[in-house]
């Protein structure tokens, strides 16, 4: 399969990195676009240089090269990531921009009926956000905000990254053995038969812990 990735300046450059690392341990071929404002968080939030990321995709492009392959819909793809979307740049996908190679690879991946996974990462988010997100998401783009899965039970940033990836990877339609999936039977609820909890206003969404 082959993705294009994009990486923006919102947080969580490890995000991108990491993703980069799984599809392509996966036999994922990648084409990777990095904004001036990923290349500055990559440097602020990672040890890995710019030159390091980009030595993990299959090939990478400058932002500013609109003449790249997939620039095109001619050059074939199974769809696009932005991991992590600023709002800048889910603004400029939501009005068609096109004004470098993510926001027109985007575009591409929306026009050719692609995948489109956009990590989008801020909070809060105002009126302005949640419109950009809302008009995407009905013009066929994944909303995909990284949240924590705390019934994972992560002990450290890199167990959080790598069930986001998990997931992001789910939604691209590959299958992988990178997350420890829920699977019903690890913890048990009280039901409505159960004395509430004297600390709980709703016995319903109390989690019993197990022991260790
Ligand atoms: C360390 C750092 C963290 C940032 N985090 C966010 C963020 O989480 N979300 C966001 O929308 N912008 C964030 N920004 C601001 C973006 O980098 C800025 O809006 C930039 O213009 C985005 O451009 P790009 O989408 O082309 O990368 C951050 C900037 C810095 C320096």
């Known amino acids: 399969m082959r993705f294009v990735v994009g990486m923006t300046g919102a947080t969580g450059a490890a995000m991108g990195i990491r993703l980069l690392e799984a599809l392509a341990q996966l036999g994922v071929e990648t084409h990777l676009v990095l904004s001036e404002w990923a290349r500055a968080?990559?440097?602020?939030?990672?040890?890995?240089?710019?030159?390091?990321?980009?030595?993990?995709?299959?090939?990478?492009?400058?932002?500013?090269?609109?003449?790249?392959?997939?620039?095109?819909?001619?050059?074939?793809?199974?769809?696009?990531?932005?991991?992590?979307?600023?709002?800048?740049?889910?603004?400029?996908?939501?009005?068609?921009?096109?004004?470098?190679?993510?926001?027109?690879?985007?575009?591409?991946?929306?026009?050719?009926?692609?995948?489109?996974?956009?990590?989008?990462?801020?909070?809060?988010?105002?009126?302005?956000?949640?419109?950009?997100?809302?008009?995407?998401?009905?013009?066929?783009?994944?909303?995909?905000?990284?949240?924590?899965?705390?019934?994972?039970?992560?002990?450290?940033v890199d167990e959080v990254t790598d069930y986001v990836v998990g997931r992001i990877i789910d939604q691209l339609g590959i299958e992988h053995s990178l997350i420890n999936r829920w699977k019903g039977d690890q913890q048990s609820i009280p039901t409505s038969d159960d004395q509430p909890s004297p600390d709980s206003d709703d016995s319903r969404l109390t989690v019993v812990r197990r022991s260790p």
């Open 41 to 156: 968080t990559i440097k602020i939030e990672t040890d890995f240089s710019v030159a390091d990321v980009r030595a993990m995709a299959t090939r990478s492009y400058s932002a500013r090269d609109l003449a790249a392959s997939i620039s095109s819909g001619s050059f074939r793809t199974d769809g696009m990531v932005v991991c992590p979307c600023s709002m800048k740049t889910l603004s400029a996908i939501r009005i068609g921009l096109s004004d470098n190679l993510i926001t027109r690879a985007a575009d591409v991946a929306l026009k050719e009926r692609r995948r489109l996974v956009l990590v989008t990462r801020e909070a809060p988010l105002s009126e302005i956000h949640l419109e950009n997100m809302h008009h995407l998401a009905r013009a066929g783009a994944v909303i995909f905000p990284p949240t924590v899965a705390y019934y994972a039970r992560p002990s450290t």
